[in-house]
């Protein structure tokens, strides 16, 4: 089931649309990097990125798992 978030990137209200294993990943993400979730989440939102902020999260996350970042 997607959960949806807001937060704040940068001074902009935006909300995010993820599963749940995915949010708490991307919060576990944060504790071990010593970051907070929107700060994590600013550093994912680049303008390069494909501009779906949700997709590029869950890949990002994916890519954390598998020891690729």
Same mark, same amino acid.
């Given at each position: ?6 937060i *704040?990137?940068? &001074?902009?209200h *935006?909300?995010? *649309?993820?599963? $749940?294993?995915f949010?708490?990943?991307l ?6 990097? #010593?970051?907070?979730? &929107?700060?994590?989440? %600013?550093?994912?939102?680049? $303008?390069? /990125?494909?501009? #779906?902020? %949700?997709s ?5 996350? /994916?890519?954390?798992?598998? &020891?690729?970042?």
């Amino acid at each position: 089931m997607l959960e949806k978030h807001s937060i *704040t990137i940068m &001074g902009h209200h *935006t909300s995010i *649309t993820l599963e $749940p294993e995915f949010w708490q990943e991307l919060k576990n993400i944060a504790t071990r990097e #010593n970051k907070s979730v &929107g700060k994590i989440i %600013s550093e994912i939102d680049a $303008p390069d /990125l494909n501009e #779906n902020l %949700s997709s590029n999260i869950r890949v990002f996350v /994916l890519k954390k798992v598998k &020891g690729l970042l």
